[in-house]
């Protein structure tokens, strides 16, 4: 058997390479096959890339006009030899026995089309940070409804035949297109959860996730195009609905602190945009924190402590809606004001 590696990237030199080390890294009776995807990269990945290549025959490095994360995938995709996929963003890394865990996992399940594990949260250093990963073990599809548990895609591992039956990684969502695939896949066949840990999941400042209009925009675009199924499965609906809600709250909060930032540092130009992008996508939360902040200014003319507690209350609420749309547990203090205010 003969697992495939594929590692997009995009201006990624600071990591590619620690990503592409991990990967020829792995070990075990199977063969690794590694291709690396330059989407057009500009700051000397292909560089890094190309002097990796030029040290092992297992890796292989393909270059294309920047077409975005999906297309790179994609491409990666048609150029792997493996049995067994698994795709590696380029600032991730895969811990050693990753393939290992996986091979074993499918060679145990199989009729299953999907495995996958867990990851690390790692800084912009590579160090590691707390890590609220939530155990997800059945009910995988309903599951996904409400939150993605699958942080990054290096955690997953696919057989090959899976994207000839659901199709594969769609531009048109590109910042969740993994989210969208695991979707599919999950309506179509048997997934399992091998519960080891994988990969590390780098977090830093260019990466797509922290873009939180094109986030939203996409994730919900994810969730839109399984209308027709949940239509069609109303045991399904409610959970459409919480995650659509919990979604919208995980983004758009993140929306209102880029919006209060740009405000203060008077970037009104950038300020305006996003109150834009707020109304269009966080409607019931740009209300929310409007009659937050006129009940603030009541309560300080009139002191009147009621007002406090129900508004205590409601962040309580958005704060552990949010964090469900991740699958993390809301703060002690959240928790802690709801039981007070209940």
């Given at each position: 058997?003969?697992?495939?590696?594929?590692?997009?990237?995009?201006?990624?030199?600071?990591?590619?390479?620690?990503?592409?080390?991990?990967?020829?890294?792995?070990?075990?009776?199977?063969?690794?096959?590694?291709?690396?995807?330059?989407?057009?990269?500009?700051?000397?990945?292909?560089?890094?890339?190309?002097?990796?290549?030029?040290?092992?025959?297992?890796?292989?490095?393909?270059?294309?006009?920047?077409?975005?994360?999906?297309?790179?995938?994609?491409?990666?995709?048609?150029?792997?030899?493996?049995?067994?996929?698994?795709?590696?963003?380029?600032?991730?890394?895969?811990?050693?026995?990753?393939?290992?865990?996986?091979?074993?996992?499918?060679?145990?399940?199989?009729?299953?089309?999907?495995?996958?594990?867990?990851?690390?949260?790692?800084?912009?250093?590579?160090?590691?940070?707390?890590?609220?990963?939530?155990?997800?073990?059945?009910?995988?599809?309903?599951?996904?409804?409400?939150?993605?548990?699958?942080?990054?895609?290096?955690?997953?591992?696919?057989?090959?035949?899976?994207?000839?039956?659901?199709?594969?990684?769609?531009?048109?969502?590109?910042?969740?297109?993994?989210?969208?695939?695991?979707?599919?896949?999950?309506?179509?066949?048997?997934?399992?959860?091998?519960g080891q840990?994988?990969?590390?999941?780098?977090?830093?400042?260019?990466?797509?996730?922290?873009?939180?209009?094109?986030?939203?925009?996409?994730?919900?675009?994810?969730?839109?195009?399984?209308?027709?199924?949940?239509?069609?499965?109303?045991?399904?609906?409610?959970?459409?609905?919480?995650?659509r809600r919990?979604?919208?709250?995980?983004?758009?909060?993140?929306?209102?602190?880029?919006?209060?930032?740009?405000?203060?540092?008077?970037?009104?130009?950038?300020?305006?945009?996003?109150?834009?992008?707020?109304?269009?996508?966080?409607?019931?939360?740009?209300?929310?924190?409007?009659?937050?902040?006129?009940?603030?200014?009541?309560?300080?003319?009139?002191?009147?402590?009621?007002?406090?507690?129900?508004?205590?209350?409601?962040?309580?609420?958005?704060?552990?809606?949010?964090?469900?749309?991740?699958?993390?547990?809301?703060?002690?203090?959240?928790?802690?004001?709801?039981?007070?205010n209940a």
């Amino acid at each position: 058997m003969t697992v495939s590696i594929v590692i997009p990237c995009y201006n990624q030199a600071r990591f590619v390479g620690e990503g592409i080390a991990s990967a020829l890294a792995q070990t075990g009776p199977h063969g690794i096959d590694v291709i690396a995807v330059d989407d057009g990269s500009t700051d000397g990945s292909a560089a890094v890339m190309a002097a990796a290549a030029a040290t092992s025959a297992r890796l292989r490095v393909i270059s294309q006009p920047n077409c975005g994360l999906a297309a790179a995938r994609n491409a990666g995709l048609d150029a792997a030899r493996g049995e067994l996929i698994i795709f590696l963003d380029a600032d991730d890394r895969l811990h050693p026995g990753a393939v290992n865990a996986a091979v074993k996992s499918l060679a145990a399940a199989t009729d299953a089309i999907m495995t996958f594990g867990r990851c690390t949260l790692v800084d912009e250093g590579g160090q590691p940070m707390l890590t609220n990963l939530p155990v997800v073990t059945e009910n995988f599809y309903a599951e996904l409804l409400q939150r993605n548990y699958i942080w990054t895609p290096a955690m997953a591992a696919f057989r090959r035949h899976v994207f000839e039956a659901v199709g594969r990684f769609d531009s048109r969502v590109d910042p969740s297109a993994d989210y969208d695939l695991y979707l599919r896949i999950a309506r179509h066949g048997r997934i399992v959860s091998h519960g080891q840990l994988v990969a590390d999941y780098r977090q830093h400042g260019s990466s797509m996730s922290r873009d939180p209009v094109a986030m939203l925009d996409a994730t919900l675009a994810v969730l839109a195009a399984q209308r027709p199924y949940i239509d069609a499965h109303s045991e399904f609906r409610r959970l459409y609905w919480r995650g659509r809600r919990a979604w919208r709250i995980f983004y758009g909060e993140q929306l209102v602190e880029r919006f209060r930032t740009d405000l203060h540092a008077g970037r009104y130009r950038r300020a305006l945009s996003a109150a834009g992008h707020l109304l269009r996508l966080y409607p019931h939360g740009v209300a929310h924190h409007v009659l937050k902040k006129g009940g603030l200014i009541l309560r300080a003319r009139a002191s009147q402590h009621p007002a406090q507690a129900a508004s205590d209350t409601e962040s309580s609420r958005f704060e552990t809606e949010a964090a469900s749309a991740r699958g993390v547990r809301p703060s002690l203090r959240a928790r802690r004001r709801e039981r007070h205010n209940a």
